[in-house]
């Protein structure tokens, strides 16, 4: 029987009737009085020198307010990782979209004449389109060399490893673009206050990050500058960076206007502006023992970042630092880059470069294993990381690595071995449809890289007020279901019902500064937070309540389980202590930090190693697919996936975090095809085009949660929001192995490509075929 009174039990959303009713109001549903409408005026050419703008004389100018880089009034860039992200382009453009001008209206129909009266005037340069071109620099996108960022992993002596290796298996790895497709697209509301104020609504996953930006860009004051989020509807990370940048135009044009100013996207607009999952092609050299056993891995990981930062400095570190994989390899050898190209910039995505690094090593596995003849997942097995390991940034685990525990239940659950046997036996038969089955075990470090986490200073403060206690915090809730855990750890610790506590949305004039939304680290991070706070609580009204009862804060005795407070012989409910608090001596609060175990192994910047992440979650997918083969169609049938998350505060939600990742990531492993084209413009513009996967693309689920507490979280939590993205692209391209004994090594596997597969093993097959017809008449 559980200990947890809260923790460990699917309870009612608290967000979930108002959302279920549309009570829930998103930034578009603000209707501010004596608003006007913003526009942005767009490059439509991948590089060039603005010139000027040639505007319409016929058009009446003064009707409307038009900004350029010149009326930015505090610094021109968008405060992110680095500042090279300019408000609006003054002379250079990098990208097609790229923002040079504002324009605010009255209206929609005086916005788009506004809009469509004025042209900018570039003189257009050769671009750089892809990282190759980029890679070459010719064309200086960025620096004189392109390269936006480059880490390295050095571990043992990789030619020594090599040299011992009975096989040395080499491939490249390639990953497209993916939308992040929120429901709600990008928008913001801002309004001007008569003291200087700017209050800024929007769709937000990081209300400080948007906080800071607006700081910097609008030359304001922090006191001056309040970012109130309404409902998020969706992030998936496409809302960490790039709502910085909607907050600054909105901001800037409501400041030059004098009045409030909306800027909302429509779907076509936020499909074509808005940064995406960056694409990768990754380079692996492994060598093996005959008996699978690996002796040396040399990786190479690029990514191309666009046009600017944004985030690319830090999704890089992770994408180096999950290069190798789950697997326990003494001899590795890692180069990470990140190219500049004349694109728009790529941001954060579900994952965070953990996805594209786990796709290029998790094939390469199955492609090792076809060579050597083994299972694919024999191979992993023998290969598998354990406690007492370290990964090749030097980070040793004395505990929680639960690769095999997760893998090994996970291939049970799903009959693996039996299955990949029979459908490959199946696929000689040339059925019309073919099945097939693949697996991968992936892993996630929780939080920031490094020592982000401790240097931080999130806090969070809980306050009593009107027999409510509410967790205030920057962690929003945008579909994850961070409204209802945080409370949930809130009620836990205080000993009161859920229904005693809430967590309002964030506003920077309200909520401290935890940290941001990002990275799995609110129910890791921010719940140990809470939890702190709530500790220093409940210390609070013990103190409160020895002073009252004249007796030493020893003599009152904390009795978590029950709720309440013993004294003096009589017990005092926290409920009724906070009132008679409040009642005597006003305002109840108290902030809580961030309080992680120590760390021998400091990580460190410059070497790029150390203890990377202070806690590992784990996950296996098994996906069993058919194929049509008259139309080359892929549909997954049957996902089973077990995932070690530490403790499980929420167990639905869990599952559904796990099921909603693994779709997200199979949609990309097959049908979420991106491109840009010669033009530099994303391919495509509407979702009917932009194929997500529907629920006629879900498989049937089968869904496990293995606990093994981890001492870095809330109540033992570990971060698996990214996670669930990591692992089910190549398990699904690994069942297309099994299904139609072909290897596919670039995502999307569209059924075009899967038909150009199959055709090159046909002409091969008959080309062998024709080469044997030869021997035998030569002989």
């Not at 609006?88 to 469509?116: F, Q």
């Not at 530490?646 to 796990?658: E, M, Y």
């Not at 391209?733 to 490509?753: K, Q, W």
């Not at 097959?765 to 002989?779: C, I, P, Q, V």
Request: net charge negative.
């Amino acid at each position: 029987m559980s200990k947890f009174r809260v923790i460990g039990k699917s309870v009612p959303r608290l967000d979930g009737m108002h959302k279920a009713t549309g009570r829930m109001r998103f930034v578009g549903d603000y209707d501010v009085p004596g608003h006007w409408v913003g526009g942005i005026v767009r490059s439509d050419v991948p590089r060039g020198v603005l010139k000027g703008f040639v505007k319409d004389p016929a058009f009446e100018w003064s009707k409307v307010v038009f900004a350029t880089s010149g009326d930015v009034p505090g610094e021109n860039f968008v405060h992110i990782v680095r500042d090279d992200y300019p408000v609006l382009a003054e002379k250079r453009v990098s990208y097609v979209t790229e923002a040079l001008a504002l324009i605010a209206a009255p209206d929609e129909k005086t916005l788009r004449a506004a809009l469509a009266a004025v042209k900018p005037e570039i003189e257009r340069l050769p671009a750089a389109l892809t990282p190759e071109e980029g890679l070459e620099a010719k064309v200086k996108v960025w620096g004189e060399d392109n390269i936006l960022d480059e880490y390295h992993v050095d571990c043992g002596d990789v030619e020594k490893g090599f040299a011992e290796a009975d096989v040395i298996v080499e491939g490249t790895y390639e990953t497209g673009l993916q939308e992040q497709m929120y429901l709600e697209p990008q928008g913001a509301v801002a309004i001007p206050h008569e003291d200087g104020t700017i209050e800024i609504v929007l769709s937000v996953q990081c209300p400080y990050y948007v906080h800071n930006a607006a700081v910097h860009a609008l030359g304001l004051p922090k006191e001056k500058v309040l970012i109130r989020q309404p409902a998020t509807g969706g992030g998936f990370g496409g809302k960490e960076d790039y709502p910085s940048m909607m907050a600054v135009w909105c901001g800037l044009l409501a400041m030059k206007a004098g009045r409030p100013v909306k800027l909302i996207y429509d779907r076509e607009q936020d499909l074509q502006v808005t940064p995406k999952r960056h694409p990768s092609k990754t380079r692996h050299k492994m060598g093996l023992k005959k008996d699978g056993s690996i002796t040396a891995m040399e990786i190479d990981v690029l990514l191309d970042g666009g046009a600017y930062t944004t985030l690319t400095r830090v999704i890089l570190q992770r994408a180096t630092l999950h290069a190798a994989g789950v697997y326990k390899v003494s001899n590795v050898k890692i180069r990470g880059r990140a190219v500049a190209t004349n694109t728009p910039p790529t941001g954060a995505f579900r994952g965070f470069g953990a996805p594209q690094a786990f796709f290029a090593v998790e094939r390469h596995i199955d492609k090792a294993a076809s060579l050597l003849g083994m299972d694919p997942l024999d191979l992993r097995v023998k290969n598998l990381l354990h406690n007492g390991d370290s990964f090749p940034y030097r980070q040793r685990m004395e505990q929680g690595v639960n690769a095999e525990a997760v893998l090994s239940r996970a291939a049970a659950l799903s009959g693996y071995r039996e299955k990949r046997a029979r459908y490959a036996a199946e696929r000689e038969q040339n059925r019309r449809v073919r099945r097939g089955i693949g697996l991968s075990v992936v892993m996630h470090g929780g939080g920031f890289t490094g020592s982000g986490e401790d240097s931080m200073g999130s806090i969070v403060r809980i306050d009593f007020e009107d027999d409510w206690f509410r967790v205030l915090s920057s962690s929003v809730e945008m579909g994850q279901g961070s409204a209802t855990i945080l409370p949930m750890i809130a009620a836990e610790t205080l000993g009161v019902e859920l229904e005693n506590v809430t967590a309002p949305p964030a506003d920077t004039n309200l909520v401290p500064n935890s940290g941001p939304t990002v990275a799995s680290r609110t129910t890791m991070f921010v719940g140990a937070t809470t939890y702190d706070a709530c500790l220093n609580m409940t210390a609070k009204l013990g103190e409160f309540l020895a002073e009252e009862n004249d007796c030493s804060a020893s003599e009152v005795l904390w009795e978590w389980e029950k709720g309440q407070y013993a004294v003096k012989g009589k017990t005092v409910p926290i409920l009724e202590a906070a009132r008679n608090f409040v009642a005597q001596r006003g305002q109840l609060s108290s902030e809580g930090t961030y309080k992680g175990p120590e760390s021998e192994n400091l990580w460190d910047d410059g070497k790029f190693s150390g203890d990377a992440y202070k806690g590992y979650s784990w996950l296996a997918t098994v996906v069993e697919l058919e194929v049509d083969m008259d139309t080359y169609e892929a549909n997954p049938i049957d996902v089973a996936a077990v995932a070690e998350i530490g403790r499980v505060i929420h167990p639905s939600l869990a599952a559904g975090q796990i099921a909603g990742g693994v779709l997200q990531s199979i949609g990309w492993a097959h049908i979420e095809d991106l491109t840009i084209t010669p033009e530099g413009r994303y391919s495509t513009s509407h979702m009917s085009s932009y194929l997500v996967p529907t629920t006629l693309d879900t498989p049937r689920w089968t869904i496990e949660t293995i606990e093994d507490p981890c001492p870095a979280g809330g109540f033992g939590a570990k971060g698996m929001g990214e996670m669930p993205c990591n692992g089910s692209a190549p398990a699904f391209l690994s069942a297309l192995d099994n299904a139609l004994g072909v290897f596919a090594d670039r995502i999307p596997a569209t059924g075009e490509y899967l038909f150009g597969l199959l055709m090159d093993k046909r002409a091969e097959n008959e080309g062998e075929s024709e080469k044997t017809r030869s021997d035998l008449d030569a002989y």
